[in-house]
């Protein structure tokens, strides 16, 4: 599920992932992960009137943050502004629910536009030996199709939308290029697909400018039995690594992550399925 935000939005806290982010927050509190995916843009990040995050640039990912539910007044200025007395986005109240786990994304839309989209994240339960893989649309990009080994499995997908799968626990050899042909504007790259785990994927950037990169975030603990069952080589699954549980990955390596958010007022939701 999404929102989809347009006036101006920004949230920040400087947070290291140190391991597979666990699906639920302590009671009466939100999760909240961030990825900054408007290439181009740096800027400071104000929260309830505090500077939480300094010189924020694009690519950088943050979270999980647990967070008091409740609304927090977030704004976006210059970087290396004095402060928030005169922001160039907001001040705007982002409220979150109790017990629900999120990922807010700023991005371009499909005609290059920033704007931000604020996913909810997927927790349900998984059966042992599985794991879920959704794939998220933010860049500024038509519809495409996802290719496991040169297969569609996901197509027509388009900005801001997700689909979703539900897969043998391994890896996934998997790229993206535009709706109806093969041939990849990202990838191929290998996609770990944990036991119990939503394994989230985004496409971001620009293609015109030529700078379309992925982001995975991992969130972990959905797991039916601790225990588990390895998976085997089959379907999508080009090894079986059930065991991975890496966090937030960036270009295939660990990040320490900030977080932050910004741009837009257009709320919606709407879930794109995708089946194997």
Not at 159 to 164: A, D, G, I, W, Y
Not at 264 to 271: E, F, K, M, P
């Amino acid at each position: 599920m999404r929102k989809t935000l347009a006036a101006g939005v920004a949230a920040g806290a400087l947070v290291a992932l140190a391991g597979l982010a666990p699906a639920y927050a302590a009671e009466g509190d939100a999760q909240l992960s961030v990825l900054h995916a408007v290439p181009g843009l740096t800027v400071d990040v104000y929260v309830n009137g505090d500077l939480t995050l300094d010189n924020f640039e694009p690519g950088d990912l943050a979270g999980p943050l647990d967070l008091p539910a409740g609304t927090y007044t977030v704004a976006i200025t210059a970087a290396d502004a004095a402060d928030a007395s005169a922001p160039a986005i907001g001040p705007v109240d982002l409220p979150l629910e109790a017990g629900m786990n999120y990922t807010a994304v700023a991005h371009l839309d499909a005609a290059g536009t920033p704007t931000a989209t604020l996913f909810t994240n997927d927790t349900a339960t998984l059966a042992a030996g599985e794991g879920r893989l959704t794939v998220r649309h933010v860049a500024a990009a038509p519809a495409v199709d996802v290719l496991a080994g040169g297969t569609a499995v996901i197509t027509n997908l388009s900005n801001p939308n997700e689909s979703l799968l539900t897969l043998p626990a391994g890896t996934v050899s998997a790229s993206v290029a535009a709706t109806g042909t093969t041939d990849p504007v990202i990838g191929p790259a290998d996609v770990t697909v944990a036991e119990g785990t939503n394994t989230i994927v985004y496409a971001w950037g620009s293609l015109t400018d030529s700078n379309l990169a992925l982001a995975i975030q991992t969130v972990g603990g959905m797991h039916s039995n601790p225990d588990g069952i390895p998976a085997g080589n089959a379907g999508l699954v080009a090894t079986n690594q059930p065991g991975d549980a890496s966090g937030w990955w960036f270009g295939g390596a660990a990040l320490i992550l900030v977080l932050g958010i910004s741009v837009a007022a257009v709320y919606g939701t709407r879930r794109a399925e995708a089946r194997h």
